[in-house]
């Protein structure tokens, strides 16, 4: 059986961007299902072209692992990860007081929104005539 035209070209770009590193995998594994995938086929389908699949298996071991963009931390000097920790450290002391900032000024904000709701329901409520100091209903849009 074989893969239509249009699906066999998914395959073959979707291989490129598996092997170069370039396609985004959920699992970072260089697998024919990944590719499948990345091409949007159904593995059934990528299962079909056989000579693509045996193409990428010889690529696959060519393939040199492309390296990371994140150096390996064994590789760096101690001071720099301590750097980097300490980094981090001063970030995460930071992200927590603006977290303590932005629930204070929520809390805030909800309850100015509780007293202005409050303020406009007793604005919308029963008008008291000065002149009789009779209680008058108010009046209902449309009717009745």
Same mark, same amino acid.
């Given at each position: 059986?074989?893969?239509?035209?249009?699906?066999?070209?998914?395959?073959?770009?979707?291989?490129? /961007?598996? $092997?170069?590193g370039?396609?985004?995998?959920?699992? *970072?594994?260089?697998?024919?299902?990944?590719?499948?995938?990345?091409? *949007?086929?159904?593995?059934?389908?990528?299962?079909?072209?056989?000579?693509? @699949?045996?193409?990428?298996?010889?690529? $696959?071991?060519?393939?040199?692992?492309?390296?990371?963009? @994140?150096?390996?931390?064994v590789? /760096?000097? @101690?001071?720099?990860?301590?750097?980097?920790?300490?980094?981090?450290? /001063?970030?995460?002391?930071?992200?927590?007081?603006?977290?303590?900032?932005?629930h204070?000024?929520?809390?805030?904000?909800?309850?100015?929104?509780?007293?202005?709701?409050?303020?406009?329901?007793?604005?919308?409520?029963?008008?008291?005539?000065?002149?009789?100091?009779?209680q008058?209903?108010?009046?209902?849009? *449309?009717?009745?």
């Amino acid at each position: 059986m074989t893969v239509s035209l249009h699906n066999r070209r998914k395959l073959e770009e979707a291989m490129r /961007r598996v $092997l170069d590193g370039s396609a985004s995998i959920a699992d *970072g594994k260089l697998t024919w299902k990944n590719v499948a995938a990345v091409a *949007g086929v159904s593995k059934a389908t990528a299962d079909r072209a056989v000579d693509l @699949r045996d193409e990428f298996r010889r690529q $696959l071991e060519q393939h040199t692992p492309v390296p990371s963009a @994140r150096p390996d931390p064994v590789s /760096r000097p @101690r001071h720099e990860l301590e750097q980097e920790l300490a980094r981090v450290r /001063r970030e995460n002391t930071d992200l927590k007081q603006s977290t303590k900032v932005l629930h204070s000024v929520i809390l805030a904000l909800t309850q100015e929104n509780e007293r202005l709701a409050r303020r406009h329901r007793r604005a919308e409520a029963d008008v008291v005539t000065l002149a009789t100091g009779e209680q008058k209903p108010k009046q209902r849009k *449309g009717g009745a």
